[in-house]
């Protein structure tokens, strides 16, 4: 089977075509595949498989879009580190421009690359593109851990194939749960599917560890780490920062929006863009940026809805190191995110989140995310009175953090290498 997917009929990649970027020979599909050195003979060769006297684990980390990029390429930096462990990377490609643009900035070269994503692809193309092409990575580097992320396609599928190669599974970020199969969509079942898999579970908060607990995991299995987003941040956030979006902003107060998930395509996001269209119409003194996901559903839709406004910047993805400063400088943020729901309460920004549910619930009992639904009215009710009620704000906005503190990805890093576990303790 060939590392792209497709059923060219060889299981071992010849050593000519392993290194670069470049569709196979032969192959029908003409997907590029990426092979980096590790695979060339020279690199296997050479490869360190013992570091004094004890054999080296080797650690596979697998990634393939954005947010899992920003949560994963920390730990893939620490682990790099450490002089036990051989870290190998693998993304899947679910996300190209904005995968490569994460990869970029903290300077990670993936060893392999799976190359999957396709324009508005679905779920079966996402899910069986990775599946076949991943088997043949791990049959390649039989890594003794897989380290997993979150929620997505790509988390899940990865799992799944590590499962039936009976290769242990680490997963990052674990045991966060809403219990609604349908929201978020379809990431609360892939958490869950990833959770039966899941050899370790690296929590970030106590709450889910309290849910894997609950389920009935081991509890030696469970680690309270913090979030790793957390420790990602400590690299991206400057305090000489400009941009010429701020510097369109100026003195009014800027609205910082995202929006992507699946179950809000449609109507809930016609809705979600007419309320805030109709504040902003109201309120002057507020500049909006909205950085549109690559997604051509969002696109289409927010064009319909908040093309021709002025107040309103629809731009390109910024990176990441743009979006934690935008946030840190907003007067609020509207999003569906999960990973902004995690990284505005750090900078006291208020946050409405534009969804039914929230697997990220200490930000809302801490005050300063609030959960708006997707209806017209609700968000725009919800806007406003942040904009008109200063008392309001003010009791959303005080900087928190009750995800992590920075550390996550040194503690992910030691219990992998050492065995040494030093919980994350909230408060
Ligand atoms: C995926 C994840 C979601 C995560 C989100 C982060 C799944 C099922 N969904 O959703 O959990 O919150 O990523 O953004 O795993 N596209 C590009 N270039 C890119 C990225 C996307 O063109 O760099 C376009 C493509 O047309 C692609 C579409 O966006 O088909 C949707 O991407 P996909 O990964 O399927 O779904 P997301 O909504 O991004
Ligand atoms: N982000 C970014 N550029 C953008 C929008 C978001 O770098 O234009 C970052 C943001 O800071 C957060 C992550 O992307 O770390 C969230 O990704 P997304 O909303 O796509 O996915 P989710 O967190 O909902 O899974």
């Known amino acids: 089977m060939c590392f792209c ?61 954005r947010p899992e990029a920003i949560k994963m390429c920390p730990l893939v930096n620490e682990l790099k580190t450490r002089q036990g462990i051989r870290t190998v990377v693998c993304v899947s490609g679910q996300h190209r421009q904005m995968l490569d643009s994460v990869l970029e900035i903290f300077r990670v070269k993936p060893d392999y690359d799976l190359s999957v994503m ?110 790793t987003v957390i420790d990602a941040m400590r690299h991206t956030v400057k305090e000489n920062y400009t941009h010429p979006e701020l510097e369109w902003v100026g003195d009014r107060k800027l609205i910082f929006i995202t929006a992507h998930r699946r179950e809000n395509l449609g109507e809930p996001m016609h809705h979600m863009f007419r309320a805030i269209r109709r504040v902003l119409d109201e309120h002057p003194e507020c500049r909006a940026v909205y950085p549109i996901h690559m997604n051509p559903s969002v696109r289409k839709v927010a064009e319909a809805e908040l093309g021709g406004c002025d107040s309103i910047h629809m ?10 400063n935008f946030e840190a400088r907003c007067h609020l943020c509207l999003t569906d995110s999960g990973g902004i729901q995690e990284e505005c309460p750090a900078f006291g920004r208020p946050v409405l989140v534009m969804r039914d549910t929230t697997e990220r619930p200490e930000g809302v009992d801490s005050g300063v995310l609030r959960l708006t639904g997707t209806h017209e009215e609700d968000i725009y009710r919800n806007f406003k009175d942040l904009l008109e009620n200063q008392a309001s704000y003010d009791a959303m906005a005080h900087a928190c953090n009750p995800y992590g503190d920075g550390h996550a990805t040194k503690r992910i890093a030691d219990i992998l290498e050492t065995g040494k576990y030093d919980p994350w303790v909230a408060g």
């Open 118 to 227: 396709k324009p508005e692809q679905t779920l079966f193309d996402i899910t069986t593109g990775i599946l076949s092409a991943f088997r043949s990575v791990l049959e390649a580097e039989k890594p003794d851990v897989v380290l997993v992320h979150g929620d997505t396609s790509t988390a899940f599928v990865s799992a799944l194939a590590c499962f039936y190669l009976q290769i242990p599974v680490g997963h990052v970020e674990a045991g966060l749960r809403t219990y609604n199969i349908d929201s978020p969509y379809p990431e609360e079942f892939n958490r869950q599917a990833i959770g039966i898999i899941g050899r370790y579970h690296f929590a970030p908060t106590p709450l889910a560890a309290e849910h894997l607990i609950r389920e009935g995991k081991n509890p030696d299995t469970i680690y309270i780490t913090g979030n």
């Open 5 to 65: 997917g497709s059923d060219f009929p060889h299981r071992r990649v010849p050593p000519e075509f392993r290194r670069g970027r470049r569709p196979f020979p032969g192959c029908r599909c003409g997907r590029m595949v990426f092979f980096a050195d590790r695979l060339s003979g020279p690199a296997v060769n050479e490869r360190k498989e013992s570091y004094q006297g004890r054999r080296m684990k080797t650690v596979m980390v697998v990634f393939g879009t």
């Open 315 to 324: 731009i390109e993805p910024i990176d990441v190191l743009d979006c934690h």
